[in-house]
């Protein structure tokens, strides 16, 4: 018979610190995109100038960041 040692060691996912987060939008009823930023306060201002502009209200949101698993210290 085998016998086996498990060791088990915590970890935890971060971001990744050489990257920040994106923010973008694109609207549902066209091809309009908003320009992607880190700002994403700027991004919503977009889509309600956008909204403005052509009535269009839906949009869809996405917001990107770059993470790692690191082991807990």
């Not at 970890?11 to 923010?23: E, G, L, N």
């Not at 908003?34 to 917001?63: K, L, W, Y």
Request: some cysteine.
């Amino acid at each position: 018979m085998t016998r086996s040692v498990l060791r088990y060691t915590p970890h935890r996912i971060v971001q990744h610190p050489d990257t920040d987060v994106t923010f973008e939008a694109e609207c549902l009823h066209c091809q309009w995109k908003a320009q992607p930023s880190e700002d994403g306060g700027a991004v919503d201002i977009e889509c309600m100038t956008h909204t403005a502009r052509s009535n269009h209200r839906g949009f869809r949101r996405t917001c990107t960041s770059f993470a790692m698993v690191v082991r807990e210290e």
